[in-house]
């Protein structure tokens, strides 16, 4: 049986790092969905919870090891601005347009998706650089 624990390869406190551990996700996505939360809810409470559920959260076992194999988010070379919405479509697999789609609707009908966007530019990082050697 799976168990949520702060990770060790942590920014902050561990939390975002122990929920990406646990589903086995992109922590990334958890960091960049907590900011977006709190930004959207307001930023004291979110903390306050914040440090609350890190309080809650076991720490992990010294023998416990990162088992995280998920796949990892960068922004995709697929870009109109800042190629967010095409390393979304690229994680989850889907068509870049559509994420494109829904940044804009969010932005037009619900004000907030150019934050959102912003965010996530910052936070996603850029794709791995693969040197090659020539003989």
């Given amino acids: 049986m799976k ?29 960049t969905a907590a900011v977006c939360i709190a930004f959207a809810v307001a930023i004291i409470p979110f903390v306050i919870a914040y440090l609350i559920m890190a309080l809650v959260f076991p720490a992990a076992p010294e023998d416990y090891t990162n088992v995280n194999t998920g796949k990892k988010i960068f922004k995709s070379t697929d870009k ?44 996603f990082p850029s794709q791995p650089i693969h040197y090659t050697t020539e003989s």
Avoid at 9 to 28: E, H, Q, R, S
Avoid at 89 to 96: M, R, S
């Fill in 3 to 31: 168990k949520l624990y702060l990770s060790k390869d942590k920014k902050l406190l561990g939390l975002c790092g122990g929920i990406a551990d646990y589903f086995n996700i992109d922590p990334v996505l958890v960091r």
């Fill in 80 to 123: 109109k601005i800042a190629g967010v919405c095409g390393g979304i479509a690229e994680y989850f697999n889907i068509d870049a347009t559509l994420v494109r789609l829904i940044f804009a609707l969010c932005v037009l009908l619900l004000g907030f998706g150019l934050t959102t966007y912003i965010i996530c530019a910052i936070m």
